[in-house]
Nanobody
Framework: VQLQASGGGVVQAGESLRLSCVAS????????VGWFRQAPGKEREFVAA????????LYSNSVKGRFTFSRDNAKNTVYLQMNNLKPEDTAVYYC???????????????????WGQGTQVTVSS
C-alpha cells in the first residue's frame, strides 16, 4: 500500500489545519491507520490512530481535545483535523497503516508496516 500525506503548511498559533492521507494499492477498510510526527532534533512520536475496525481512536495526551481523527472509506482517505495549534506541534507529520497491528501497539512506531512520506506543519507564535 502507498500512502500520500498532504495538508501541511505554515499557520499561527491558535489556527487550524487538516491533514489528509490517501491510500492506494489496497483499501484502508479493515486496516489500522495512524499519525505520527517528528520535530527537528527529536524522535518520531505517536499522535493518533484508529483501530482496524475503525471503532476506536487513540490520541496522545499532547493532542487530545485539539486533534480529531476521521476516516472516509469511500475515498480511501483518513484525516487529522488539528485545531488550536501550538508552536510545539511543529513537526513533519507522517501517516502509517497496518492490516494486522493490535490495538495495544498502536502507539508503537515500530509496529507499523506502511508509511507515507510526511507533510510539514509549522506553527508560529
Amino acid at each position: 500500500v502507498q500512502l500520500q500525506a498532504s495538508g501541511g503548511g505554515v499557520v499561527q498559533a491558535g489556527e487550524s489545519l487538516r491533514l489528509s492521507c490517501v491510500a492506494s494499492g489496497r483499501t484502508l477498510r479493515g486496516a489500522a491507520v495512524g499519525w505520527f510526527r517528528q520535530a527537528p532534533g527529536k524522535e518520531r512520536e505517536f499522535v493518533a490512530a484508529s483501530t482496524r475496525t475503525g471503532g476506536g481512536t487513540l490520541y496522545s495526551n499532547s493532542v487530545k481535545g485539539r486533534f480529531t481523527f476521521s476516516r472516509d472509506n469511500a475515498k480511501n482517505t483518513v484525516y487529522l483535523q488539528m485545531n488550536n495549534l501550538k508552536p510545539e506541534d511543529t513537526a513533519v507529520y507522517y501517516c502509517a497503516a497496518d492490516g494486522s497491528i493490535i490495538s495495544s501497539s498502536l502507539s508503537n512506531e515500530g509496529a507499523w508496516d506502511y508509511w507515507g512520506q510526511g507533510t510539514q506543519v509549522t506553527v508560529s507564535s
